[in-house]
């Protein structure tokens, strides 16, 4: 059996080369393919993939933004094997994985497999709690962290597999997202396939989600079952409405302290108390055990309401899925999935006092919804800098490989210059003549404008300063469930950015090593680099400015270093 592993990404090439790192420590001996599937990033992973290229087997696809389903279902075209198997970029995947797939489909096969999520050490305390409220059998019933207490397991596209028969005869994932994998399970089960759980077939899902997307992640479940219950209802099941009674019970729990009944506050809080405790035995951290018990609340909060919400719009207004929660599905031009729904609903008008309802639900699930503000932590945002030839690159790479995201400042900068925005207001500043054949920045024309202008300098960083800003900070955002995010900057000091950094660290090294380094690296004369150093800010000035210094002569002292230094930022 040939497998093809299939990859949707968007915007997460850190991501993908933790998972790729992982999928060099398999055990499997056979062969098989990996299929990326880049879904309209504007931060592409290729460069990563190009690391990879000659240890594994990988294609890589850029495609228009359509959404993980879409993009699954492209790269199951793209790929060669008879059986695919679907991971989400956020996880990374254990050495025996492919094994125990192989093992279960000789021994017990099966056209569709899904198997459960874990959480690594290295994971934030939220990551672990949002983990535990998922997985637990005090929450989910234990479905998604390896229970078989279920007549028809239902696989989540974070980790499952389908041969490439139920592929082709199902049509692949819809286009609601989330709700796209029971979706897919259901149809499968009408045409005559089986699912089925691997319990030993686990990922290590990271979740890269603070609590607030974590609410609406949730939200968009419970939006989606009614859905899914109303397009299939002989599968629909009476346990898909307990977060929905969960939060009705608090809610008259707390009506019912006007005649002072309070035992219905008293088990509520006997129920968090065990979540606390089995949540902290569970991960050793009764600081886990506290966030769990955050986790858990605005797991039910979030699913419940969007469950109410869900059922009242598509069950008692009748209005259409892509109607009501249009955030719900993604725009493809032609799904035959998709077309052979709508034709469940019919076209209606709304009535005034449908119209009425709708509104009076909006109003009372909205606010509610926010009963419970975020417990955020907040990222520790560390600057990293150093001359040139100092190794700063390389001390950023080796983080990177350590799971923790650094921002490329003169890389990240390029990109942001090739946004078609900001082309336009450098053109409009500087003249037509700067695009290329191509309609590229011409990047070496405007260089000789603005060297030696400094009008014209600060022109163009008028420009893209901002620009550069507001991308860092949304990178911040899609990387805040981490402790620790680092920006790489070789003038962090002489831009201000260090104002934006908790700590700072400065990567030197001897003048003489950093002149060969350089002049072994770039086609240029010693003269000139002693010149682009005496430019800079010397080392001394960088180090009285700095938390922390970093030594760079040899590579295994810096690892060192480094490791040290994590290790004192993750603990303060």
């Excluded at 052979?340 to 699930?365: A, H, Y």
């Excluded at 070789?490 to 380094?517: H, M, N, Q, W």
């Excluded at 970093?550 to 490791?563: A, G, P, S």
């Amino acid at each position: 059996m040939y497998f093809s592993i299939i990859i949707p990404v968007y915007n997460r090439p850190d991501e993908i080369n933790e998972l790729l790192e992982s999928l060099l420590l398999s055990t499997y001996k056979s062969n098989y393919e990996i299929v990326i599937v880049e879904d309209g990033s504007s931060i592409s992973c290729e460069e990563v993939i190009k690391k990879f290229t000659d240890k594994l087997s990988i294609s890589y696809y850029y495609k228009a933004n359509s959404g993980p389903g879409d993009s699954r279902n492209f790269g199951m075209k793209k790929a060669k094997g008879d059986y695919f198997i679907i991971f989400d970029s956020d996880c990374i995947i254990p050495k025996n994985y492919l094994s125990e797939v192989d093992k279960e489909l000789k021994s017990n096969y099966v056209d569709c497999f899904g198997g459960p999520d874990k959480a690594l050490k290295s994971f934030s305390n939220i990551q672990k709690a949002i983990n535990f409220s998922m997985t637990s059998f005090l929450t989910t019933g234990g479905i998604r962290g390896g229970s078989e207490k279920i007549d028809k397991f239902q696989p989540r596209s974070f980790n499952m597999g389908i041969s490439k028969k139920a592929f082709e005869e199902s049509k692949g994932f819809g286009n609601i997202h989330p709700g796209e994998d029971p979706d897919l399970s259901i149809r499968l089960w009408k045409l005559g396939y089986q699912t089925k759980l691997f319990s030993l077939a686990f990922v290590y899902h990271k979740r890269r989600i603070d609590w607030e997307k974590f609410t609406i992640q949730v939200s968009k479940f419970g939006k989606a079952r009614p859905i899914l219950n109303h397009w299939y209802p002989e599968y629909s099941k009476l346990t898909y409405w307990l977060p929905s009674l969960f939060v009705i019970g608090f809610i008259i729990s707390v009506g019912l302290l006007v005649i002072l009944f309070d035992w219905g506050l008293k088990l509520y809080f006997l129920y968090f108390i065990i979540i606390f405790i089995v949540s902290s035995i569970q991960n050793r951290n009764p600081l886990i055990g506290l966030l769990s018990i955050v986790a858990v609340w605005k797991q039910f909060l979030g699913y419940g309401f969007g469950f109410l919400k869900s059922f009242f719009k598509i069950n008692i207004l009748r209005k259409k899925p892509q109607d009501a929660f249009p955030e719900l599905f993604f725009k493809i031009n032609s799904n035959p999935i998709e077309a052979e729904k709508e034709l469940i609903f019919e076209k209606q008008m709304e009535t005034p006092i449908q119209k009425s309802v709708e509104k009076v639900i909006d109003k009372i699930v909205t606010p509610i919804n926010k009963i419970v503000e975020p417990i955020v932590t907040k990222s520790k945002i560390i600057g990293l800098t150093g001359g040139i030839g100092s190794g700063k690159t390389t001390v950023a790479k080796y983080l990177i490989s350590k799971g923790i995201p650094v921002y490329i400042s003169d890389l990240e900068a390029k990109k942001v210059m090739e946004f078609p925005e900001i082309i336009s207001q450098i053109v409009q500043t500087f003249g037509n003549e700067l695009i290329t054949d191509s309609q590229t920045l011409d990047r070496e024309k405007l260089a000789a404008i603005v060297f030696n202008a400094p009008e014209k300098l600060k022109q163009l960083n008028t420009i893209v300063h901002p620009a550069v800003k507001k991308h860092f900070d949304n990178w911040i955002a899609t990387n805040q469930n981490h402790p620790i995010l680092v920006k790489e900057a070789a003038i962090l000091f002489e831009s201000g950015s260090y104002k934006d950094c908790d700590k700072i660290i400065t990567v030197s090294a001897p003048l003489e090593l950093r002149i060969a380094r350089v002049l072994k690296r770039d086609s240029t004369t010693r003269e000139k680099v002693l010149q682009r150093i005496n430019n800079q800010l010397s080392d001394e000035e960088r180090i009285t400015r700095s938390n922390f210094v970093i030594k760079n002569e040899n590579f295994e002292d810096t690892k060192k270093q480094v490791d040290e230094i994590v290790n004192l930022l993750k603990n303060r």
